[in-house]
């Protein structure tokens, strides 16, 4: 499937360590997808979290980066460290036909440290405030 005008909508070397992430989760309920990223910081004394949202989440897939991938875009390496939004996906254009179809939006992101891509057919998206995860309840 093809992809085209992508653009940053989070530069994760902003809210994230260099080092990246740790690990990751996917949570979906209630049509909210939560992508929950966790990382190590120096300063901190414990696991650290942050929680990208997608509002009205259709379609997620995940796969292996680098890797095989149903999606053929072009290749912006200013754009690896990024969630971006697309433009044009040929997803998108399938799903648009349906009931709200017409405000989805197709989003990217590269977990390098956990090698994968995750793909998010949802309505809109939104970062959350780092939290210190408690080690014992994990």
């Known amino acids: 499937m093809k992809l085209h005008g992508a653009r940053s909508v989070i530069d994760l070397d902003e809210v994230l360590p260099l080092d ?3 690990r990751f989760e996917m949570l979906y309920a209630d049509g909210r997808l939560n992508l929950e990223i966790f990382y190590e910081k120096d300063d901190a004394p414990g696991e ?3 929680t990208i949202g997608f509002l009205g989440a259709r379609y997620f897939i995940k796969t292996p980066f680098p890797g095989y991938s149903f999606f053929s875009e072009g290749r912006d390496i200013s754009l690896l460290n990024s969630l971006v939004e697309y433009g044009q996906s040929e997803l998108l254009a399938m799903v648009a036909a349906a009931p709200g179809g017409e405000s989805l939006r197709h989003y990217r992101l590269f977990l390098h440290s956990s090698k994968v891509a995750i793909h998010v057919v949802a309505q809109s998206c939104e970062m959350l405030d780092e939290v210190l995860v408690d080690r014992q309840l994990v």
């Open 48 to 50: 650290c979290k942050r």
């Open 20 to 22: 990246g992430d740790s």
